[in-house]
């Protein structure tokens, strides 16, 4: 009777442990799907309407000029929506915002760079007479529509022609070729008196030696 209910025992054991395996992993099999079908549609919402994001290249961030130059702010920005470009002057005088336009749609300049100003669909813009004051950081930003966006930084340097240093240069120039031709004429002269001079003596000695000769003759 012991053996029996041991048995007995031992095969309920073994069932139970035999579906408790077969059902756990089913159970958890169930939740795993479960969860997939709950994710899986966010996923793919999250991809079809994320942006697909904004890059942006800048070929020459520095850049010098001279006074009255036009320069060209090179960019170029790659985005699959509709992007809007700012661009804004940072100097010591200050914050200043260029233009600002949407791709397409609208153009606002900026009421101190009216006629200075040209925008271009990649992004750049053109400045067209700078002076001293548009030294500094040009900053542009790229903005998606759906809200991403990117900077970049060009930095320019703008010299002014001293005009000053090309007058010593040029009067300087002047004084020398003056001096130069005042020698110039100088060795003239000298030349000239001396050949002069030359001239008067062998005159005088050819007189002087006819003189001698006469005075012989007359002698003899």
């Excluded at 958890?28 to 904004?54: M, N």
């Excluded at 005009?163 to 003239?188: G, K, P, Q, R, T």
Aim: hydrophobic residues 45%; proline residues 2%; neutral net charge.
């Amino acid at each position: 009777m012991v053996i029996e209910t041991f048995l007995l025992s031992l095969i309920k054991n073994v069932y139970l442990v035999f579906n408790l395996n077969t059902y756990v992993p089913f159970m958890v099999s169930r939740k795993k799907e479960k969860l997939k079908s709950i994710i899986h549609p966010l996923l793919k919402q999250t991809t079809e309407t994320a942006p697909g994001g904004v890059s942006l290249v800048v070929p020459q961030p520095n850049i010098n000029a001279t006074v009255a130059q036009n320069i060209l702010l090179s960019v170029e920005y790659f985005c699959r929506g509709i992007a809007t470009i700012e661009w804004k002057h940072v100097s010591s005088w200050g914050t200043t915002k260029i233009v600002e336009w949407k791709s397409g749609n609208y153009v606002n300049i900026s009421t101190v760079y009216k006629d200075r100003v040209t925008t271009f669909e990649n992004g750049s813009i053109q400045l067209l007479n700078v002076g001293m004051r548009d030294a500094g950081y040009y900053f542009i930003t790229v903005t998606e529509e759906y809200g991403t966006n990117t900077y970049g930084t060009i930095i320019v340097n703008v010299y002014e022609i001293i005009y000053e240093d090309l007058h010593f240069v040029a009067v300087l120039f002047a004084f020398l070729a003056a001096v130069s031709a005042i020698l110039i004429c100088f060795m003239w002269l000298c030349n000239k008196s001396l050949h002069l001079f030359q001239k008067k003596t062998t005159n005088k000695l050819t007189a002087s030696t006819t003189e001698e000769i006469e005075l012989e003759t007359i002698e003899c």
